[in-house]
């Protein structure tokens, strides 16, 4: 298939029914297809994550908790599960990227099928291919697609909602702090200065809320830093560091270095290190 054929011929009708003829491989059959990669196999503990979507559920009343402890230790529990979800997504598409990014490194061209499968993670993950060699586009995926460690994301959501208790969580499903600008998307802070426009996303459940937080930090460019962080620990084979990584988000809040300080008390006070996988 020529450049032309492959970014302006094709339509998006062909396109989904490629990518879905993909969806059907299994591991074993995409093993086949590609005999000559060693393809790497999901972590053991996937098997460990119950596959099954979670339940949407009504945001529990933490300030109901007479115990700060179990106050925070409901809290974790709450959302684990659907941090473990989102991470679990995250793996079974970068395990698709995982051959791909092999075959290119290896100077040779993707199939059509991978080639459609490589462009529709790209859209996913905003990421704009159109001027970019099919090695650059997979480079740059490699950094995206990744998991974000439960550690990081639940000391962000404690930050960020005030274990559940702000008004942003109780009204607007939102567990971390995120904006967005056209008027009537979310709530408008009591505090918004004058000239400010932006409000706090409502979301119409904890799971769209979780999604939008791990799309935003692995797509957003005042995020690079983590991402590069991250890549070159998997470089390295190292397991991901939450502590570390929380550095790459001084642009998340307009404390920032004060912010990642308070990130990182949490991790380590309430010993959320032990829950990473990865």
Not at 57 to 80: M, W, Y
Request: proline share 3%.
């Amino acid at each position: 298939m020529n450049d032309s054929l492959r970014h302006s011929i094709l339509s998006w009708l062909a396109r989904g029914a490629l990518v879905a003829a993909l969806g059907a491989f299994t591991f074993t059959a995409w093993a086949q297809y590609r005999q000559s990669l060693l393809i790497i196999e999901l972590p053991d503990f996937v098997s460990e994550i119950v596959e099954q979507k979670p339940a949407i559920s009504v945001l529990p009343d933490f300030e109901s908790f007479v115990d700060t402890q179990d106050r925070k230790q409901a809290f974790f529990n709450f959302l684990t599960d659907y941090i473990e979800h989102e991470n679990l997504n995250i793996i079974k598409t970068r395990a698709l990227l995982e051959p791909m990014w092999q075959v290119v490194s290896n100077g040779q061209r993707l199939s059509d099928v991978e080639y459609l499968t490589m462009l529709d993670v790209a859209e996913q993950y905003r990421l704009d291919a159109a001027e970019l060699s099919e090695r650059q586009v997979l480079q740059e995926l490699m950094k995206r697609v990744d998991v974000i460690p439960t550690s990081l994301v639940l000391a962000q959501a404690a930050n960020e909602s005030a274990w559940g208790m702000s008004r942003f969580a109780r009204e607007a499903n939102n567990i971390f702090g995120q904006w967005c600008f056209d008027s009537g998307c979310g709530l408008v802070p009591a505090r918004r200065g004058a000239n400010a426009t932006h409000e706090v996303k409502a979301f119409a459940s904890i799971e769209e809320s979780v999604n939008a937080y791990f799309l935003n930090l692995n797509t957003n460019s005042s995020y690079q830093e983590m991402r590069e962080m991250r890549a070159q620990m998997r470089a390295q084979s190292r397991p991901l560091d939450s502590m570390v990584l929380a550095r790459g988000l001084t642009r998340y809040s307009q404390r920032g270095m004060a912010y990642v300080s308070e990130l990182q008390d949490i991790i380590r006070v309430n010993r959320l290190g032990a829950l990473d996988k990865s």
